[in-house]
């Protein structure tokens, strides 16, 4: 069985090289402006909610708002709550709202809310809604808060039936529309219905028909029709024609570079596992597979369902088929990943690109996971591919407002690429969670992998030795819920205790019902626990010690015997689908049945720690030289050393190992030269008790400690998290304060307002400059007061105090004149005393500064640096009339921005590109950059960029003749300014408003 797909556009053909293929691929994505309804002053959830305006407007249902406790008729001021969950660039928050809107002489089942205080607010976060009578018979989706286990909101699918008569007692100014959807329930009233087809929110759900136990009717809902809407004065515009898709973002990559590389022979099946003997059911599956792959029309597709339903095992049996494939369409390779087992997105970006380019392509020319993902995806456009990322639920957020959100920005960026069209290549996800972050795509199919049907699971049974009648074994599937990995495990519990007798079954205790699978494999283990032998016993908890796959030399490390036991019990062990083998013949554990003894073990930790050391000695002694071109890939085994140092309590052998293996001392190569941040905070989390940043870090020595923190902070900045980067950072200050190191805490400082400026926290600026400057004095640095007084400059510069500006560059240019080798302002320094030159009507001066400033960093080889300059030369131009000129100096900066981790400089490269293209009027040019920019800015917290990109916005719009998103875009974005204390911000809405 299956869930309903998405309703495919189809993308056509591959682009043919030079020409760009059409990206426009995104439906508008219901959970970013789904809310949920809840009680005042207590906040119980009572229903679920639709953003409609960026001014804070919200629809629900008239009986939502009742069962908070308010009568939409009543007093407009009778207060509820309004949650907006957590979602990229926007943090999570409790609004007040009241009722604006209800009506009180009929019947119709809507009301509006208007949130209290401003609400800025993405485009995308505002849900565009449409008529109902046109999407008759056409698929849709919802989202909403009903409770579903531990989860508390869930998905819903199915059809559009259409509008239908109203109960003879109601007076409706509306029909109602019937739906048929097998999950909606309680809780999800007030949930947009986006009909897939047409792009539109053309309805909420208000009610669901609960059937009895013969059935019928059992799928049907009721949805209030969103023209409503019209009836009620307000201004939310309500379309009758289908909303056009929006444009995907294409990945920024080197074409020529792309064609010099060739892929290595044959395909990468390491982590895949063994197809097992065994093989049962999922034909309908497979075939389905199939079907998507030769088809086209997807370009990814997840297999999603509960662990141990088998997701892996059928994405192993229809790669088989791929591979027995031997015409024109066969791929180049099939490339199959396990994050399960390697849940690093640096490690596996970095081997994709070694497959797809026989190693040509050294990482560290391209810094950064996000522009290895480009690359990646430019290099699936020269041949075709299969990509299977299985266990991907590995890197996915597994509770809270973001449950099913992709954690990496990079391996997101990869997915994201690999869904836009201009490519043969295929990519097949296994997950427990549902990929949210493709849920937009035309080009991406959800597919359901749920229990097995009554005769697989019977076959299964009979397969691994279960004897008895068909009817008993049935019994067993249908009573234990068809779960394959439950079954294999009752199988193995039969045989071992009772020959395969089904019979004795009834000695388990029965299952409940109610109860998720993984917990029924946790009681099915329980019960199998007490067959094992104490030798069994033992070595299950020592190796679930392994977080990937090892060799069976690494038996030696867990077992008491190692040579009895491979011959007693591993062949055992492995019919009992307790391990597996993959196709290198490595062993590991399912996940489901890994975390089981582990949590054994953690109950009785004697000699735990001893274990995690003794392994990593293990992963040393195999641990081979990085050599002159080292790889990522090179480096695992000691970075599962440190890993397990780091368990065994011994952090300084960690922390050396970390230096000295990994860092290679001050040359950096894994973070400088492999730029593998995403491996680096893994590892430094460690560190971390159960890797709380809040926490302090264990370290042997204060020292070791302040580096730990120092590293942490720098590895969360580059990796766009810098809310998180500033708190650590504020810590290693005071470490580095603590032992006297005037220096290094002056840097931290200046690293600490540098990191405020783009949060836009200019308000804490003050404080945290003047500690700069203490530092620095205290350090006795004058490059460090030199840039001190810079940053006091650019504060005073971004608040409009322009001759405190001056001052503060001039106390800067003083210093460097006098006690440093270069007379002038560099470096950052330098850009933002070129923008105040710039800023303030001095273009010539700021020209020969940036020039200069260009040559010091092209020379010294700062590449970031090197970009914001072309990026300042380029505002010159446009600012003088010259936008040819500019977009040549704004495209070298993407460029160069592209091959660096510097979000914020590749932000200010695209938005300066973007209003080249808003002067020329190249309106899809535009909206592709500010929209990369944008979604860059959300999801790092680049809030004065943020502000920088809406302007750029609300040009765009007018010079499109859209006055009122115009209006929308820059009073937001003034409203913004003003809130952080932004001059420029609010300058430049006031000039752009006086030239409408």
């Known amino acids: 069985m299956t869930a309903l797909s998405n309703s495919p556009a189809d993308p056509g053909p591959p682009a043919e090289p030079g020409r760009p293929p059409d990206p426009a691929v995104l439906r508008q994505d219901v959970r970013k ?4 309804i809840r009680t005042h002053p207590d906040g119980e959830i009572v229903g679920t909610g639709i953003v409609v305006s960026g001014s804070g407007l919200v629809l629900t249902c008239a009986h939502v708002v009742r069962a908070a406790g308010v009568e939409p008729g009543a007093a407009a001021d009778e207060p509820l709550q309004v949650y907006l969950p957590r979602r990229a660039g926007r943090r999570a928050e409790t609004r007040t709202a009241t009722v604006c809107f209800a009506f009180r002489d009929t019947d119709d089942d809507m009301v509006c809310l208007q949130l209290q205080g401003p609400l800025p607010l993405a485009k995308d976060q505002v849900a565009v809604l449409g008529t109902a009578h046109a999407s008759r018979l056409h698929p849709f989706e919802s989202y909403g808060y009903r409770r579903l286990d531990r989860y508390h909101c869930g998905r819903a699918a199915g059809r559009i039936m259409g509008e ?57 809902a009721w949805a209030v029709n969103a023209r409503l809407i019209g009836s009620t004065g307000l201004r939310i515009p309500v379309r009758s024609t289908p909303l056009p898709l929006s444009t995907a973002r294409l990945p920024h990559f080197d074409p020529e570079l792309a064609r010099e590389t060739v892929p290595l ?109 480009a690359f990646s995806a430019g290099l699936l456009r020269m041949r075709r591919y299969v990509f299977v990322l299985d266990g991907l639920e590995a890197m996915q957020y597994q509770d809270g407002d973001q449950y099913g959100a992709i954690r990496s920005q990079a391996l997101r960026d990869f997915l994201t690429f690999f869904a836009t069209p201009g490519h043969q290549s295929f990519c097949l996800i296994t997950s427990r969670a549902p990929v949210l972050d493709l849920g937009p795509f035309t080009t ?35 009573d234990w819920g068809g779960h394959a990995l439950t079954l294999s495990l009752l199988a193995g519990y039969l045989v071992k205790r009772h020959g395969g007798d089904v019979r004795r079954i009834a000695e388990l205790p029965p299952p409940d019902p109610e109860l998720p699978p993984d917990a029924a494999v946790r009681r099915v283990l329980a019960e199998y626990d007490r ?94 030289s990085p050599g002159d071109r080292p790889r990522l890939e090179d480096l695992l085994p000691v970075v599962e050393a440190v890993h397990h140092w780091t368990r065994s309590g011994d952090t300084a052998r960690a922390c050396d190992v970390l230096y000295d293996r990994l860092y290679l001392g001050e040359r950096g190569l894994i973070t400088r030269e492999l730029n593998a941040y995403e491996t680096v905070l893994a590892l430094l989390l460690d560190f971390f008790p159960d890797g709380r940043l809040r926490a302090e870090p264990s370290a042997p020595d204060p020292e070791t400690r302040s580096w730990i923190l120092h590293e942490t902070a720098t590895a969360l900045q580059l990796l766009g998290r810098m809310r998180d980067a500033a708190v650590v950072t504020r810590r290693a200050i005071q ?42 004095r205290l350090a006795g640095d004058r490059e460090d007061e030199l840039v001190a007084h810079t940053l006091r400059g650019t504060l005073a510069h971004l608040t409009g105090d322009h001759g405190a500006a001056g001052d503060a560059f001039a106390a800067a240019l003083g210093i460097a ?15 933002k005393y070129a923008d105040h030159l710039r800023r303030n009507g001095r273009p010539d001066e700021a020209r020969k500064v940036t020039l200069a400033n260009l040559r ?141």
């Open 33 to 36: 402006f789904t809310v949920q």
């Open 265 to 373: 022979p044959g395909h990468r099946l390491d982590d895949a596992p063994v197809i097992p003997e065994e093989w049962v059911g999922r034909e309908q599956q497979v075939g389905l597979l199939a079907h998507e792959w030769r088809a086209g029309e997807h370009l990814v597709v997840g297999l999603i369902g509960f662990g141990g339903e088998g997701k892996s095992s059928l994405a192993r049996r229809w790669v088989e088929e791929v591979l027995a494939d031997e015409s024109e369409d066969a791929p180049v390779g099939v490339f199959w990943w396990s994050f399960g087992e390697h849940g690093d997105a640096d490690e596996f970006l970095s081997s994709a690109l070694e497959f797809m380019s026989a190693g040509r392509i050294a990482v560290g020319e391209l810094p950064g996971g996000s522009a290895r993902a």
């Open 735 to 776: 470490e580095f304060r603590d032992r006297g190191l005037w220096h290094d805490a002056a840097v931290s400082s200046q690293n600490m307002a540098e990191l405020h400026f783009m949060l836009g926290a200019l308000p804490a600026c003050p404080a945290i400059i003047d500690e700069a400057l203490e530092l620095a």
């Open 164 to 220: 239908v008569d109203p109960p003879d007692e109601l007076r409706l100014i509306e029909d109602p529309v019937q739906l048929e959807s097998s999950q909606i329930n309680t809780g999800m009233s007030g949930s947009a219905v986006l009909d897939l087809e047409r792009n539109l929110v053309v309805g909420l759900v208000s009610e669901a028909w609960f059937a009895e136990a013969a059935g019928k009717d059992r799928d049907t």
């Open 444 to 478: 991406y199919r959800h597919i359901d992998v749920v229990e097995l049907q009554r005769a697989a699971g019977r076959r299964l049974l009979r397969n691994l030795g279960v004897l008895g009648s068909d009817a008993a074994l049935e019994r067993v599937v249908d």
């Open 817 to 831: 004149a006098a006690f440093t080798p270069l007379p002038v302002l560099y470096s950052t320094s330098g850009i």
């Open 531 to 624: 067959l094992l032998t104490a030798a069994e016993r033992d070595f299950l908890r020592r190796f679930s010690i392994f977080r990937t796959p090892v060799s069976e030399d690494a038996l030696d490390l867990v077992a008491a015997d190692p040579g009895t036991f491979r011959a007693a019990s591993l062949k055992h062990l492995l019919a009992a689908r307790v391990l597996r083998r993959d196709g290198a013949g490595r062993l590991s554990m399912h996940p489901l049945i890994r975390g089981f003894f582990a949590q054994q073990a953690a109950e009785e930790p004697d000699g735990r720690a001893a274990l995690h050391a003794t392994v990593a000695r293990y992963y040393l002694d195999n641990a081979g």
């Open 856 to 996: 010091v960093c092209s020379a010294a080889g700062w590449q970031a640096d090197e970009a914001h300059c072309h990026v300042g030369l380029g505002d010159l131009e446009l600012d003088a009339g010259r936008p040819e000129a500019a977009l040549a100096e704004y495209e070298t900066a993407v460029r160069i921005a592209q091959r660096t981790t510097r979000r914020d400089v590749l932000i200010d490269a695209l938005t300066g590109q973007a209003r080249c293209s808003i002067v020329d009027e190249r309106v899809e040019a535009a909206e592709a950059d500010l929209a990369q920019a944008l979604s860059l800015c959300l999801v790092g917290g680049y809030r004065l960029a943020e502000i920088d990109v809406r302007i750029a916005y609300a040009s765009l719009w007018q010079r499109m003749g859209n006055e009122e998103l115009a209006w929308e875009e820059a009073t937001r974005a003034e409203q913004m300014s003003i809130e952080v204390g932004y001059h420029w911000g609010v300058a430049d809405v006031a000039a752009l408003l006086t030239t409408r």
